[in-house]
């Protein structure tokens, strides 16, 4: 049987939408949204109907016939924490997504503007595994400070996309799979998938391996000092940790294509590239701590997989845990889309809010 799936991914200043009809999209596109026009609202959510007004506009002019459409579905936003899975929209997600209980992010009107849908064509709309997708085994969650426990915080729906995609092709239930996924983007995290879930995994935003432009952990007793010197602000000290930390702290850029071109000829460069790498690696093996040694398939995927460079430098660091499978890039509208498309044809359960 077909399914028609509409997906929506909002960024900061655009929003992807995209028509599947099962697992093949027929039609995918960027809107703009002008940053003068953006300026106007004094909030993420204050731009819902202008967003969907312009949405809807270009989904006209490209003559999509919406009222195909099975089933609608938004990129999870910053909710209370939830278990990986597909998710029904419903009032009480709406209504924290807009008044932004749980923090601001253009994401949070992923849910709405497909709920919008799906109201005025009498469907359901749904979001898949958001990034705050938490299933942390209890032990996992002491960080050795009471006041401060371990939040998860990662690329959920890229992470369990791959990770479904290893089981799949190595002939494993995920749910009886044991994986490792690292995900290379602008942040990255490293998740242990243990039988279906994310047992452990560095938070995206404040720990693990420093990446392109986060610091990642870093020495908490020298940090104290910094955030008491009175050199910096409260801001400033969060750019330098997220934002202006990694890479670019280090060499002024965060492209990571770039610094491989410039480490073939820059001795400093290729030190600083490769200190990401092994901290990437050591973050691998640290994971594999948490499956006691028994793992089925390490992935790596985003969008420092396409780098042969890196890849291929941690795969030497890594590959006597067991084998590595690479998945380039990250395709959130297909895992948006395929969520739905397991819960639309009884491979899964819908999961209340």
Same mark, same amino acid.
């Given at each position: 049987? +077909?399914?028609?799936?509409?997906? =929506?991914? !909002? @960024?900061?200043? /655009?929003?992807?939408?995209?028509?599947?009809?099962?697992?093949?999209? %027929?039609?995918?596109?960027?809107v703009r949204h002008s940053p003068d026009e953006l300026k106007e609202f004094t909030s993420v959510a204050s731009q819902f109907e202008y967003r969907f007004d312009t949405i809807k506009k270009a989904i006209?002019?490209?003559? %999509?016939?919406?009222?195909?459409?099975?089933?609608? =579905? @938004?990129? $999870? @936003?910053?909710?209370?924490?939830?278990? @990986? $899975?597909t998710y029904i929209v419903g009032q009480s997600m709406l209504d924290d997504l807009m008044n932004s209980k749980y923090g601001e992010h253009a994401s949070n009107l *992923?849910? =709405?503007?497909?709920?919008?849908?799906?109201? +005025?064509? $009498?469907?359901?709309?749904? %979001?898949?595994? !958001?990034? =705050?997708?938490?299933?942390?085994?209890?032990?996992?969650?002491?960080? *050795?400070? !009471?006041? &401060? !426990?371990r939040k998860s915080v990662f690329h959920a729906l890229n992470q369990k996309a791959a990770a479904l995609r290893a089981s799949s092709e190595a002939g494993i239930d995920y749910t009886k799979g044991r994986f490792i996924i690292t995900h290379l983007g602008g942040g990255i995290t490293v998740g242990a998938h243990d039988c279906g879930r994310v047992t452990d995994v560095n938070n995206g935003l404040e720990e693990g391996p420093f990446s392109p432009e986060r610091a990642g952990s870093v020495p908490s007793l020298q940090l104290v000092e910094i955030c008491f010197s009175g050199k910096y602000s409260k801001d400033e000290i969060k750019k330098m940790l997220v934002g202006k930390g990694g890479l670019v702290s280090y060499t002024g850029t965060s492209d990571c294509e770039v610094l491989v071109q410039m480490a073939e000829k820059?001795?400093?460069?290729?030190?600083?590239?490769?200190?990401? &790498?092994?901290?990437? /690696?050591?973050? %691998?093996?640290?994971?594999?701590a948490a499956l006691c040694g028994k793992i089925d398939r390490i992935v790596i995927t985003g969008g420092l997989a396409f780098s042969k460079y890196i890849v291929e430098e941690i795969k030497k660091r890594v590959s006597f845990l067991g084998e590595i499978v690479v998945y380039p890039g990250e395709d959130e509208m297909s895992a948006l889309s395929n969520g739905v498309l397991r819960v639309l044809e009884g491979k899964e359960t819908a999961n209340e809010y």
């Open positions: 049987m +077909e399914y028609n799936i509409f997906a =929506v991914n !909002p @960024g900061s200043t /655009s929003t992807k939408v995209a028509l599947f009809r099962n697992s093949d999209c %027929i039609f995918n596109r960027v006209q002019e490209e003559n %999509i016939k919406i009222d195909s459409v099975d089933a609608f =579905v @938004g990129r $999870g @936003g910053l909710l209370r924490p939830l278990k @990986g $899975g *992923g849910a =709405v503007i497909a709920s919008k849908f799906a109201w +005025e064509y $009498g469907k359901k709309a749904y %979001i898949v595994d !958001p990034v =705050v997708v938490d299933e942390l085994m209890d032990i996992a969650r002491y960080s *050795g400070i !009471p006041e &401060i !426990p820059d001795e400093k460069v290729k030190k600083i590239l490769d200190a990401m &790498i092994y901290q990437i /690696s050591r973050e %691998i093996c640290a994971s594999a």
